[in-house]
């Protein structure tokens, strides 16, 4: 049996009866088999009989199993999943269950005993259902049995994900992902490492790999490699959150070879006591979701001795960018700081401000043109908010973002510089920089700042350690020493959370 290699619903229902038997999921020290996803797709398709093919359903992403298994059963069943961030205080997440109004609502024991919730779902007229495991997984609903009322949000045919963009520069916006879109994203992932259209069709077959997932379900990096690894039939571990001890010991014991790791994870491993020998099964980890300092990288390779493979991509487009290992080997000094080369099906292009496309090498705002965007369509240019540059070989670098620049009375900062050159003092382990509004100068630069550990760094030695080494327009007229930086799904600053700070 063949199926084709661009469909991810197909793909993931045929994997379901070559083993039953077979692993999964791991979670909480147990397994979920092939079987036990089969078991909750059959009781979601009993769940949702009667509910309107589009009409969208509220998903809380908690990152578990159970929701794990929710996740793919609606995109086995071609059912619109809308991401519920499982991090919103409980209001939020309440109110947003009113005001958007889901048919059905799916969430684990612990988010069903939440302050309000039931009570949101009821009120918005959507079905409750518990999604649990134990030795039948499945899907209960929580009350009478009964049909959405009508006025629920419905979604354009072929949605198979509604989700948040993570706000790393101003308030979240949520873009819908196509079936088509998705699938052609992780078809580009394939065959750029190592898989090509035609020669290597796609079987279903289970593989010996894992991976680990510790992102938010929330945000578009953890849904990638849930929908990659468990399309391709390999086994995927799930972490409540990111550990440096707990990660580092699923990779030893399940001999993981390549994960994803946020740079901010990468830091953290560094700072950690983890044994090298733990992490001697892996080859390499692949970083995106933010910038991450080259040195960083060569200093992680040189104490795990595992390569540091850079990724970007975005939610509207899921993944544009990332080195192989092969490209690590061949280019990783010549073309250090890159984010990689641009993926098969994905066109990228550099203009400047009168929209004409700049030689390589000449840094411009980004334009991305793929099937797999969510705005616009395959033959369109969509405009990033990102500074870029590329050169002949295809490689991508990513300089700063342009909506992220703060505009202190003209003088044009990169939050970006300020944060690394903090980053550079002794006494320091991890900045944030970001923009605040001023009455007489629009915006100002202010700094959170996570201290090395047993240091105690003071907030006027930062400034005057940035006014030595940057311009002075470029000092934050602020810092605050924090125990732990703020951070979003995506493991990124929370500009909002480090505003919040500023007395």
């Not at 209960?140 to 520069?169: F, I, M, N, W, Y």
């Not at 949520?174 to 879109?181: A, P, S």
């Not at 490209?327 to 250090?336: G, L, P, W």
């Not at 405009?383 to 002949?392: E, I």
Request: hydrophobic share 40%; charged share 25%; proline share 7%.
């Amino acid at each position: 049996m063949t199926t084709t290699t661009d469909d991810l619903s197909s793909r993931l229902e045929s994997l379901l009866r070559v083993d039953p038997t077979a692993p999964v999921l791991d979670g909480d020290g147990r397994s979920d088999s092939w079987g036990d996803l089969a078991s909750v797709l059959g009781a979601l398709r009993e769940r949702l009989a009667g509910v309107l093919p589009e009409a969208a359903i509220g998903v809380v992403t908690r990152n578990r199993v159970e929701i794990v298994e929710a996740l793919l059963a609606l995109l086995i069943d071609r059912r619109p999943v809308y991401t519920l961030n499982d991090m919103q205080p409980d209001g939020h997440l309440a109110d947003e269950i009113r005001r958007d109004r889901p048919a059905v609502v799916v969430a684990t024991a612990q988010d069903w005993e939440r302050a309000g919730l039931r009570e949101a779902a009821a009120e918005a007229g959507a079905v409750a259902l518990l999604a649990r495991r134990g030795p039948e997984p499945g899907l209960d609903v929580l009350g009478e049995r009964a049909l959405p009322a009508e006025g629920h949000l419905v979604l354009p045919d072929d949605v198979a994900v509604s989700l948040k963009t993570s706000g790393t520069t101003g308030p979240p916006k949520r873009i819908t992902l196509t079936h088509r879109g998705l699938s052609a994203s992780i078809e580009g992932v394939r065959r750029h490492h190592g898989g090509k259209r035609g020669a290597d069709p796609w079987r279903p077959e289970l593989k010996p790999g894992v991976a680990i997932q510790m992102l938010s379900l929330a945000h578009t990096s953890a849904l990638q490699t849930v929908c990659t690894t468990v399309s391709e039939g390999r086994r995927l571990v799930l972490l409540d959150r990111f550990e440096p001890i707990a990660w580092a010991k699923a990779v030893r014991d399940h001999g993981v070879v390549t994960s994803g790791l946020p740079p901010t994870a990468v830091r953290m491993l560094l700072d950690s006591d983890v044994p090298a020998e733990w992490l001697s099964s892996l080859r390499a980890v692949r970083a995106g979701s933010a910038p991450l300092d080259p040195q960083v990288a060569a200093d992680f390779e040189a104490r795990f001795g595992t390569a540091v493979l850079q990724a970007y991509g975005a939610t509207e487009f899921q993944g544009i960018a990332s080195w192989t290992l092969k490209d690590h080997r061949a280019f990783r000094e010549a073309k250090r700081g890159a984010v990689g080369r641009v993926h098969p099906g994905v066109e990228v292009r550099i203009v400047d401000e009168t929209d004409t496309p700049v030689p390589f090498g000449t840094q411009g705002v980004l334009e991305v043109r793929t099937a797999q965007s969510a705005r616009g369509g395959a033959q369109a240019w969509v405009r990033t908010s990102d500074l870029a540059r590329t050169d002949a070989d295809g490689f991508l670098w990513i300089d700063g973002r342009v909506d992220g620049a703060i505009n202190r009375g003209g003088f044009k900062i990169d939050p970006e510089e300020v944060a690394r050159t903090l980053r550079e003092h002794p006494g320091v382990r991890d900045a944030a920089v970001v923009a605040a509004p001023d009455a007489r100068l629009g915006q100002v630069p202010v700094a959170a700042v996570e201290p090395a550990p047993g240091a105690e760094p003071t907030a006027a030695e930062l400034r005057e350690w940035v006014r030595s080494h940057l311009e002075p327009y470029k000092v934050p007229t602020a810092v605050v020493l924090v125990a732990e930086l703020p951070r979003n799904a995506a493991l990124k600053p929370d500009r909002q959370a480090i505003l919040a700070l500023l007395p």
